[in-house]
C-alpha cells in the first residue's frame, strides 16, 4: 500500500464521511430505476426510514429522515443518493485500490466494475442488470463495503448480508475473504410482494445471478451462451454434415440478454431474425453493431428473408413490431423456419415483458397504465395467438424450444396450447431440457471466466492464448462423447477478440469443463507467478452452471427424478467452495426467473501466483463442477454418468454414489 493517498483511496477509506456530503442533483441522462411499488404501511415507512439512518451520526438524523422519506414516497426505496460518491467508478488496475490484502483488493475492483455507468443498467441505484438485480441497496453499503475491504487482513472474513456489510470477523488465511448472501429468506416468505416489502424496509435485496456476486462481465457471458444454444439447436435440428447456412432462426427481443441473439446468429452462420416491439431499444441494438439491418415493415420482411434464403450469407435482421406478426406472416407466405424461439420477458407478463399483438407499442403502454386488467387480457389473447402460430410451423417441421424466459409457463397460464399429451409437461422442451443440460451442464461444461487485474487489454490477449493452448491440448485426447463441445469453445476463443465483447474489465467467458477450467487456472496462475502477465487474474463463473444453481424451469429443468424443486446442490456447492478456497462465496435466493423460484450461488478466486493459490484452485474448481455432475448423474443422466464415471477412474479421492437404472417394465407391472 501506498504511504501517500490518492484522493480516490482517501475517499474509500473514509467509508461514511465525517462532514455531510452536498446532496446532488440526480443526473440528467442516467437510466433511472423503474418506481417500486408502494407497499408499506404508515409505521413500516417509519421502520425503513430508522433502518436507513442506521448508518449515519444523530446530528444528522433530520436532515436525512426528510430527505430518506422523499426518496421512499418518490421511488418506492431508500438509496441514499447523497453518499453517492464523486469519483468515477470503473474497475481500477488492482494496485490503485487501498488495501492489506490483495485478495480484498480483487473484490474492490470487481464491485466497482458492477456499478460502472457504462456496465450497469441503474447504476445509481447500484442495479447491474435484470431491472433489479441489486451490488448493494444504498449507498452507505457501498462505502462501509470498501472501507471494510480496504483495512481487513487475510485472517479476517466480511459477512454480506444481502448488501449490508454486518462486519468483519476474524478468520484464518484459508478463510473466504468475503461471504455473501442476497435475498435469504425463510421460505414462506418468499413471494414476490415480500420482496417489494423486505427491500423496502432495507433489509434484503435480489442479487440477481452476478450482479449481487461481484461477477458480472458485460454481454459476453450470454452471447457464448446463447451461440451455443443456435449452433446447437441447429445441429439438432439439420443432417448430419448440413450447415446453418441460409436457415432460419426466429425470435423476439433486443433488450438486456435478448439482444445478444442476433450476434449469437451470426457466429453460428445462419439467418436471424429477431422481432423487437420497442423502436428504442432496435435502434440502439443496431447502433451498437449488435444486429445487422433494421427493418420496419412486413413486406419488406418477407422480401428480405427471401433473399436471405437465396443468397445464403449469413445476416441478422431486427423487424421493429410484434414477433406474433412475423408467425403468422410467415406460414401465410410459406416462410419455413428452421428455428424458433422466444427472449420476450415473460418472467414479468403483467407489466410491460410482453408486449400484446394487435396493439401498437404506444398503446399498449398507455393501457398499462390505464386499465392493466384490459391489458392483462389482452397479453393472454396475443400468447393464444403466438402459440396457435407457432404449432402450426412446427406441424412442418420447425424445431421450437423455451428460452428459460417463461413463455410455455405463461402460454400456458393464458390457456394457449402448449401442454403434451400427458397434461403434465410442456410440448416443447427448454434450451436447457434440450441443448445446455446434456450438451455442457452434465459433462461439467459452463461458463467459466476470468478477469485482467491489471486491466490491460495486452493481458487479456495473452490469457486467450494460454486458453487456446490448452483446450486444444484436452482436444487432442478427449473422448468423442465431448468432442464437438471442445471445438465450439476453441472457435469462441480464436474469434473471441475479433468480435469485441470487453465492456468494463478487461474479462474473458470460456465454457469449460473441470479439466479445462484447471488447467486454464493453474496455466494463469504460474504466467501471474512468472511474471508473463502483469497482475494477478480473477477467476469465476456465471450462477448459471453445472452444480451452482437449482432453477426447477432452468438450470436443473433436465432433472427428471423430482429432485428439481429441492436446492441441496446450492448449498452444497456454497457451502462446499468455502473452505477449498475460494476468495469469495456468493448464495442468492433469485436469480434469472424470479425470487423465490431459484437459488443460486457463484465465488471468485484470485489467482495471485502463490503456490496458496495453486493449492485453491485445484480443490476448488474441482468440487465446484463435479458436486453438480454427481447430482445429475444421480438422476439418472446418461451424459453425468459418463463423466462422473471417468472422472471417478482418474481422481482417486472421488466416490460418488452411483444410481442404477431400472427397466421400464419392473415399475409398470407392480404400479
Ligand atoms: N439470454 C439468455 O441467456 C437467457 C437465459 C435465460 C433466460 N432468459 C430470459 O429472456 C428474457 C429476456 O431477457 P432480457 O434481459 O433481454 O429482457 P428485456 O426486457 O431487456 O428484453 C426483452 C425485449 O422483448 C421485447 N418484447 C416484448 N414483447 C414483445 C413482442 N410481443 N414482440 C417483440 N418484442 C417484444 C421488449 O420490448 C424488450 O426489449 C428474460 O425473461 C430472461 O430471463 C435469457
Redesign the pocket.
Known sequence: MTAIHTDFQVQILEGIPSELPKAKPYPTDANRAPKRKDILTQEEKKLAIRNALRYFPKKWHSTLAAEFAHELREYGRIYMYRFQPDYEMYARPIGEYPAQSQQAAAIMLMIQNNLDPAVAQHPNELIT???NGSVFQNWAQYRLTMQYLATMTNEQTLHMYSGHPMGVFPSSKDAPRVVVTNGMMIPNYSKPDDWERYNALGVTQYGQMTAGSYMYIGPQG?VH??AI?VMNAFRKKLEKGDTPDGKIFLT??????????PKAGNIAGCITIA????PK?ARKRHEQGWVDELVENMDELVLRVRRARYEEVPVSIAYI????EIWERFYEEDIFIHIGSD??????PWS??????GIS?KAANELLSTDPDQFKAAVKT?LQR?ATAINKHTERGTYFFD????FLLEASRAGADVMAENGIAFRYPS?VQDILGPMCFDYGFGPFRWVCASGHPDDLDKTDSIALGIMQEIQATAPPEIQQQMADNIKWIEEAKANKLVVGSQARILYADAEGRMKIAEAFNIAVATGLLSAPVIIGRDH?DVSGTDSPY?ETSNIYDGSKFTADMAIHNVIGDSFRGATWVSIHNGG??GWGEVMNGGFGLLLDGSDEAHRRLKSMLFYDVNNGIARRSWARNAEAIFAIKREMERTPGLRVTLAEVVEDDVIDGVV
Open positions: 442488470y435484470g431491472g450470454i451462451g446463447t444454444t423476439a427481443g433486443l433488450g438486456g440478454m435478448s439482444g445478444a441473439q422481432a423487437e416491439i420497442n431499444a413490431g410484434n414477433v406474433v427472449q420476450t420477458s415473460l418472467h414479468n410491460g415483458g410482453y408486449y400484446p399483438a407499442y396475443s403466438h428460452y428459460g424466459n417463461a434450451y448459471h432452468r434469472g426467473v
